[in-house]
Every structure is written in C-alpha cells, then in structure tokens.
C-alpha cells in the first residue's frame, strides 16, 4: 500500500502549493523538519559542518529550494551559495587535499525551467558558483532532479567539466537509461553519485518496483566500481552498502578511491561506524527557508518516517 498508493501521493503533495502553504504554517511539521533539516540560516549549517567534520565524516552542503520561476531567485541562490562556499572556505580542513567539503546544487534552483533561456542562465550560474568553489578548496556535485530535466542537466555537467573536471553528478538507478549513462561518466573519470532516485516517475522512464530498483543499482554500481572514476554510493540500505564495499574489494579500489554518502539524520549512528572502520563518508546536510519539497520527499522514502510525522501530528 505504501509503494503503490502513498507514495505517489505524498510526492504529489510535494508539487502542492497549497499543502505547502499549511504544512508550513504548523509548528509541529517544523519540529519533525529539524530532524532532516538542521535549520534554515547558514549559521546553523556551519554548526552541523563542523559536528559532522568532528566525527570523522566529509559533508556536501545543500542551500534548499528547487523549481525557480523567477530570475532574481536564481541569482539570489548563486549569492547564497557564494557565502557559503567563502564560510566553507575559511576552514582548515579546506586546504587538506582530502576533498571533505563539498556543496551540492539543483539546476531547477539556479534557473534551469525558466521560460526563457533556462539552460543557458542555469549553467552561467552554476559556473559562477564552480568557479568560487574550486578556488576555495571545495568540491561540486549537480543534484538529480525529475526525469524531464536530466539530458539539460547532463549536458550542462559535461559542459562544466572540461573546466572543472571535479564537478560531479548524480545518477538514479530507477531511471531505465542510467545503466548508460554510467558507462559514459565511469569512462570519462566523473565524479558520481549513484542513489535510488527520489521523484515520481512513470514506468515509461522508471522501474516501477522496488526489486528491479534495487537489481539495475547493483548493476550501476559494479559500472561505476570497474570504471575510472569515483563512486559516490548514496544509500541507506545495509545490502547496497554491503555491496559496494564488496565490489570495491573485487576490483581492487583503494579506500580512498569511492566513498559512501547519507542524508543528514538518516541512520547518523551507521555513518560514523562505517567512517570510524576508515570508510570515507560524506553527509548531505540541507538548509534554508525552503525545506518543503526536500521534506516531503524523505516522507515518501519510507513508511517509518511518515508515521513519525503523522504521530507527531496527532500527539
Ligand atoms: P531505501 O530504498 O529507502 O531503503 C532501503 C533500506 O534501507 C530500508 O529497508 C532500511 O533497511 C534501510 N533504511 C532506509 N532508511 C532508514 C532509516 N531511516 N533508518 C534505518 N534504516 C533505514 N535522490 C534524487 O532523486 N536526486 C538526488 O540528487 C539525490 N541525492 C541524494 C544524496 C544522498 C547523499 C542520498 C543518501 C540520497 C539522495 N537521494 C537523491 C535520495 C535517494 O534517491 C533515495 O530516495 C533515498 O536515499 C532512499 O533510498 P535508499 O537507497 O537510502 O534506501
């Protein structure tokens, strides 16, 4: 019941400007938020940083929002970014070499479904904030958002690469056609991030069941593992992150040569047990006002997370 009608209708919540509007507005929906969101202002971002970077763990750095409709928001979120990365840039562990610090970056923020000129003022934007980036010592990855945006995305990717060849991506196992795509990224020596894939998709595009998710992930991440790049392997599930370890071993990786990736107040404890047996881990922490579409869609992801929300409604 979960997969096949919840699901779908909490990612279609996600899109609801009304929902939005009064979900907003109750305290409690804050309260749960601040479990995934560790808060809106940078302030709070850089405390969470600097706990994760403590506990032995790498962070990459979401400034939330995501389907811009207008221009001057796009460039707000380049300025936004722009501090970040200058606060991100002053701390020591940005000089190490040992890539800890990362943002992360969804084109539908910078500009990408604008009417007019989208993909076109997505990538300026996104090439101000690479440019800022690789001078202060942090890395870049371009999120994944819904299938209609991903061949913009991916162009714009290759695009910022032949300047800044650390600049990653990401790719959704759910997607039929990201097999291919990880042959092209592992052979070119990207930079990705392989994850299930967070949006409501039609099974055109999809696999609609969470098995062939799952078989078509362990078949992009042996392509990412054998190729010559850096798997990102983003995944809260103990028989992926087996796997990766396992096929890291079969072909030989070093351990710093891939890393793991979870969500920030997602299994925290299995983060800092697989980074203190001298795994490299990278915690997505997200912030800012606009933390509605990133929260629904953690409430899509499991059945746990959603009765959290809805007893905390209720008491
Ligand atoms: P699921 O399939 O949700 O869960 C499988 C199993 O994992 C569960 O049965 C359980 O055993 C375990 N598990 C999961 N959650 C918990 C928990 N809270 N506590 C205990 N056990 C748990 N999606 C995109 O579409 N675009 C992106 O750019 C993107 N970036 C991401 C970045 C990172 C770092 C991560 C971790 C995810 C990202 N995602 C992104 C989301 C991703 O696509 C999935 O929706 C999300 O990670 C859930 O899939 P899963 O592999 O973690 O496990």
New binding site residues.
């Given amino acids: 019941v979960f997969d096949n009608t919840l699901r779908p209708m909490i990612l279609a919540a996600a899109r609801s400007a009304r929902i939005k509007d009064s979900l907003q507005r109750l305290t409690v929906t804050r309260r749960v938020v601040e479990r995934f969101v560790p808060g809106e202002t940078r302030s709070a971002a850089l405390t969470a940083i600097r706990e994760s970077l403590d506990d032995g763990l790498s962070v ?1 750095i979401d400034f939330l929002g995501e389907d811009t409709t207008d221009e001057s928001q796009a460039t707000a979120t380049v300025e936004a970014y722009l501090e970040l990365i200058a606060a991100m840039g002053s701390l020591p562990e940005s000089g190490s070499g040992a890539a800890r610090l990362e943002v ?1 970056l ?1 084109l539908t923020a910078l500009g990408q479904s604008l009417p007019e000129h989208g993909a076109k003022i997505a990538e300026e934007n996104a090439r101000t904030i690479a440019a800022a980036a690789h001078e202060a010592g942090v890395l870049v ?6 299938h209609t945006t991903v061949d913009g995305r991916l162009d714009i990717v290759r695009s910022l690469r032949r300047d800044f060849p650390e600049v990653g991506t ?1 790719l ?3 997607l039929r056609r990201t097999e291919d795509d990880c042959v092209e990224f592992a052979e070119s020596g990207a930079r990705i ?1 392989l ?5 409501a998709e039609p099974a055109s595009v999809a696999y609609p069941t ?1 098995a062939l ?2 078989e078509s ?1 362990l078949r992009c991440l042996r392509i990412l593992m054998k190729g010559n790049g850096y798997p ?1 392997i ?7 992150i087996d796997a990766a370890r396992a096929t890291a071993d079969e072909f030989d990786r070093a351990p710093d040569s891939w890393e793991h ?3 920030y ?3 925290a404890d ?1 983060q800092r047990r697989l980074a203190a047996e001298g795994a490299r881990v ?3 922490i997200p912030y800012g006002t606009e933390w509605y579409g990133y929260f629904v ?2 409430l ?3 059945p ?2 959603l009765r959290f929300f809805l007893r905390s409604l209720a008491g």
Wanted: net charge positive.
């Fill in positions: 990459t992360s969804k990855t371009v999120d994944a958002e819904d990401v959704q196992a759910y991030r994850c299930k894939g967070a949006y969470r998710i799952d992930y990102m983003a995944s809260h599930d103990p028989v992926i990736q979870m969500l107040g997602i299994r299995e990278r915690v997505y869609r953690r899509a992801e499991k746990a997370n």
